[in-house]
Structure formats: C-alpha cells, structure tokens
C-alpha cells in the first residue's frame, strides 16, 4: 500500500468536511482547534494516509497539500 | 485630400477609420444605420473587426472588453439604443474605459419617431446610468464638424480614460455635405500600464479593471476621482462658438442642427437691423458656462432653442445664473424650426 | 526513504487570500481546477477573465490573472470584445445559472452561435446564491426557494432550463459538457473537461462551453456534504453528465 501524508493550511480551512468524507481510508477528522477565521481545521489524526489526493481535490479552499512517500 | 461630398452617417464612419478605429460593436436602428453598413464594408479593408452584436446591450458590453484592452472601439446607434446602452455606459464610466459612441438622436420618449430630434440631451449630459459619471459630449454643428469631433474623440477619451459621446442627430446623419476627413492619429498614452494583455510587459502584475468597490470609503474615493477628472475637463476642454455676440439685444442658445438653422436666421435678422447674436456650446459635457459670461452688457433677453421640448434651458439659466430672462422656442417629434420661425420668434421677443 | 508533493496550492491562485465563499461552496473547488489549468499549460501570463456578477463577482481577488468587470449576464459579449482584440490570448468567461441561463440568456447564446472562440464555464447551482436564494431559471420542480417558497412550480415558473442541451442544438459549438464536482471522480472528470475547452481554445477550435453541477450550501439549508448527495440525487437525473457536444 502506498504511503502518503498532507499538511493543511490550518487558517484557509472552513471545516467543511468535503475531504473527510472524500478519503478512502478515513484517517481525517475535524480537529477541536479554531482557527483565525473561527472554522475547525480538518486534521489526519491516525496513521494510514496513502497519499491519493482525494481531499486535495475536494477542497474548495485550497487548503492541502499532499505528500507521497516512497520506501526505498 | 480634397474635400468629398459624403453622406453624414458615411462621414462619420470613414472619419473614425482615418482617425484609427479598429473595432466596431453595433445594433441596427434607424436612423443610422449607414454607419454599420459602412464599418462592415470598409473596417476589414484596413484590418479592423465589424461585429452586428445581438442588442445594443450586448454590443456596448463587446465595446467594455475591446476597449479594456486599450484598442480604438467604438459604437453607434440611436436614442432608444442608447437607452439600451445606458448600462455598459455606466460601466465603462465607471472602470475607466477609453471608447467612442455615436448617438444620432431621434424623437422620444420610448419608441418614439424615427426623424430628427435632440431629444437625448438630458440623458447625454446628466447621465443615462446609474452613478455618478459624465460622459464628454460632443455637438457638432455640421459634417465637417462631426469629421473632426470624432476625429478627435479618441484623443479626449483616451486621456481621460472615459467614453466620448458625439451626439448628432437624424439630419446630420441623412445630410450630404462635403468634407475633408485627413488622417489623423490618435495619442492612446501609456496604454501598457492599464490594459488588459499586458501581463508580462507589467512585470507580471497582472490588470484589473472593475466598478465595483464593496468598502464603501473606497468607492467614495473612486467617485472623488472620478469628479477630479471631470472637474479637469471643464476647466480645459470645452469648446463653444459665439455669433455676433458683441452688441446683442437678444443671445440664442443652441447647439447642433438647431444652432445651424438659427445662425442663418441671425443673418437675416441682422440684414433687416435686429441684434441678435448666439452661443453654440460644441461640448455639452464639459458644459461651456464661461462662454455665457461673453454674453455683453447691451442683452435683454436669452432664447434657448433646440429639436426637444426645453432640456438645454436649465444649463443655460445656471451659466447666466438666472440675470436674463431665458425662454424656449423649438420643435420635437421630427420637426425643426423653421428658419422663419426662428426670426418671427426673435422679433416677437424685441418687439 | 523519499518524499514527492503530489499535490500543491496553484501557483496562480492569489498568495494569502482566504475566500469568501461559504464553506464547502462548489466555487471554490471550480476556481482551484481552473488554477490548476492555468498553471499546468503555463498561460498565466495570457490568460484573461471576466469577473461575473453574483458569488463569484470577486473572483479576481483568487486568480491571479488579467480581469475585467462584466455587468450582469454580458461576459460573453465582453469576451468577444476581447478576444476579438487578442485572437492569441486565452478567453474565458466564469457565470452562474442567474447571470448565464437568465439575464445573459441572448449573449450565451450569440456568442455561442457566433462560435467566438472562448471557454465558457458555466456554474449551476439551481439558485441565485449571491442575493440570497431565489429562484433560478435552473431551480428544480419542486425546490424551494426564497421566491418560491412552496417549491418551484411550472405552471407559474416553467421547468428549468437545460443549457447544455439548448446550446446543443446550435450548429456553431464545438464543445459541450456536463460536469459535476460533487465527488473526486466527478471533480476528476471535471477538470478533464475543461482543460479540453482550454485546448480547444488554443487550436482555434471556436465554442466551448462546461457546466459544472455545484452547490449552495447555505441557501439550499445542507451541510456541504447533504448538499452533493442532494445534487447527486436530485440535478443529476435532470441534468445529466456528459458530452452533448464535440467537434472530434
């Protein structure tokens, strides 16, 4: 299984959700953080991301980006 | 170039060519509509772009994007037209945008006739739109006039980024008359450093032309603006003619086709003995006010004639601040005064 | 071990910006594909839109690109002026369903038929979203809105208007296609298409025009993830995805 990781650009974030359902292996969640515009950043809060992109994709804000790590 | 006998419509159109012109947006309506049938002809010859747009509405909007990109656009059409037009005018105000429109007015309001009329002063000069805008207005007196006016259109709008109005009317339109039109280049400034298309000459910074402003200290700073350009304008760019002013008992005020046909009754007048003389603004916006301080000591009386019901009468009370008695003689509809009109009018007022 | 950004903000949507749009609000995903484009084919320095009125009026203020105001409806005859003017540069014009399929019903349509050689990308949402939600000539029999408060009902309002099938049915067009962004295949998909309407542009291929099924949130009274199933069961059957036209 590919690995992968995001980095979210916490204040662009609205916690809409769209990412969280759009994720294949479930490993994202809104966060109890708020942000500078009062939203609830979305987090990946367990291991398990595979680095597909769908939440980047599904962000209306631009908010995430998307690493995938490779072993060797 | 020697002078050609031409068509008003035809001169107009061919004078807007030679002055650079290279697109053209219109609707037909009646009666002008010899200058889209001459644009679609000739503007390709010189490597210009005639498009018929689908309303006046639409064709002012293909108006807004060319002149956005800082090119010479310009339209035509007629009063009802221009109402339809009124707002891509405000727009065009309002963003800043260089371009040339033509009005050959008719009779009004809605539908109105199809003859002869200067029933579109008011909304030329007061607005149209919505906002606080002006547009220059220009009167031409007759077709040699018209030919240099929209010559010289491009220059005023391009300077002031704001559209231009030559407001004709349906006898100018239909007349022939001959006229020189010379080529003339037109200076557009620094075109580069507003226009759309720029991008990479503006050290990628990219343009953005808009209206619109939400914060509304910002807006109001976009209107002070705005009023500092037309405040500019009046003080350097109106234009007027004035006619046996010097010892006049009785002034006419009028503009157009109107003031062509009072100047020959001013000569008659003045055969049989009667002072009579004339101001003729040619820029309705900037109104030329200081023209009406020439008005000499000898006046008794101010005569507002036009081809409307009186819509020039308020400026002129404002320019000679209410010290003459100013009354209205004219027609609308499609009718003119006649020349003996005129002089049975001036005669009744000096008695 | 190694690390590749799969993934990246568009270089040409606006540093530090955050949007206005409601959270979850279709726009967004639809700005950030156009980004996307504009920097996948390295056209931002020639790249040229019109700001459209309603939600996405201050567009501008997200792409970093060239912009001009259009009133009401008229962006497609404002690109015309402009790509009249600069055949060379790319055109495209961004207008929801009351701005397109209502008050800009005559200009879609004649620059359209005209085959002007501009990408339309065309934002239905079944709503006006931006004055607060009323009906759209795109609202759907039965769905309420603030100016048909008991649901849309054709006796009074007709049925929605179906503009990829109206545009068709032109001779001009070259491109026309129905997208959604309601899921990432969709938004996939989505992004396929317009980044054929920008290649078409580029060929001189003349008219392209993509709908893109959105949301709205707030005025629809969804969170934005009810609102996509809701768009998914409800406009998709009405509006259905796919190619209604292709010069290929």
Known sequence: ?72 | MTKVLMKGSEAIAEAAIQAGCTHFFGYPITPQNEIPEYMSAHLPEHGGIYIQGESEVASINMVLGAAATGCQVMTSSSSPGISLMSEGISYLAGSELPCVIVNVMRGGPGLGGILPSQADYLQATKGGGNGDYNLMVFAPGNLQEAVDLVQSAWDYAFKYRNPVMILADGFMGQMMEPVEIKEHKTDRGNVESWALGYYKERGNKRSLIKSMNLTPELLEEHNIHLQEKYAAMKKEETMFELVNLDDAELVIASYGTSARIAKTAISHLRNEGYKVGMVRPITLFPFPYEAFDRIPASTKHILDIEMNMGQMIDDVKIATACKYPVSFFGHCGGLAPSVEEIEAECKKILG | ?248
């Open chain 1, 1 to 72: 299984m590919a690995k992968g990781r995001i980095e979210v650009s916490e204040d662009y974030c609205k916690s809409c959700g769209l990412c969280v359902a759009a994720c294949p292996v479930k490993v994202l969640r809104i966060s109890d953080r708020i942000n500078m515009k009062g939203h609830r950043p979305v987090e990946q809060y367990k291991e398990g991301c595979i680095g597909c992109g769908m939440c980047a994709i599904s962000c209306p804000d631009a908010a995430i980006e998307v690493y995938r790590i490779s072993e060797e």
């Open chain 3, 1 to 248: 071990m190694s690390e590749t950004k799969i993934y990246s903000r568009p270089e040409s949507w606006m540093k530090e910006v955050h949007t206005h749009y409601c959270p979850g609000c279709g726009h967004g995903i639809a700005h950030r594909l156009i980004c996307e484009l504009i920097d996948e084919f390295g056209i931002q320095d020639k790249t040229i839109s019109m700001a459209p009125v309603g939600c996405a009026a201050m567009m501008y203020d997200y792409i970093d690109i060239d912009y001009v105001e259009a009133p009401h409806g008229r962006a497609p005859a404002v690109a015309t002026g402009i790509k009249r003017v600069y055949p060379e540069k790319i055109v495209f014009t961004y207008q929801g369903d009351g701005d397109l399929a209502s008050i800009g019903m005559a200009e879609i349509i004649h620059a359209a038929n005209r085959g002007e050689n501009i990408t339309v990308i065309f934002i239905n949402n079944a709503i006006y979203g931006m004055t607060g939600g009323q009906m759209a000539p795109t609202t759907l029999i039965g769905q309420k809105a603030t100016t048909c408060p008991l649901g849309r009902d054709p006796q009074l309002a007709g049925y929605p208007i179906r503009m990829c099938e109206l545009l068709a049915s032109l001779e001009t067009p070259s491109y026309i296609e129905r997208v959604s962004v309601a899921r990432p295949k969709y938004t996939i998909k989505a992004k396929e298409a317009l980044k054929k309407g920008f290649r078409y542009q580029m060929d001189k291929k003349g008219f392209s025009f993509i709908e893109v099924l959105s949301s709205c949130p707030t005025n629809w009274g969804l969170t934005p993830i009810k609102s996509f199933e809701w768009q998914l069961e409800n406009m998709v059957p009405y509006y259905p995805l796919g190619i209604f036209k292709d010069f290929e």
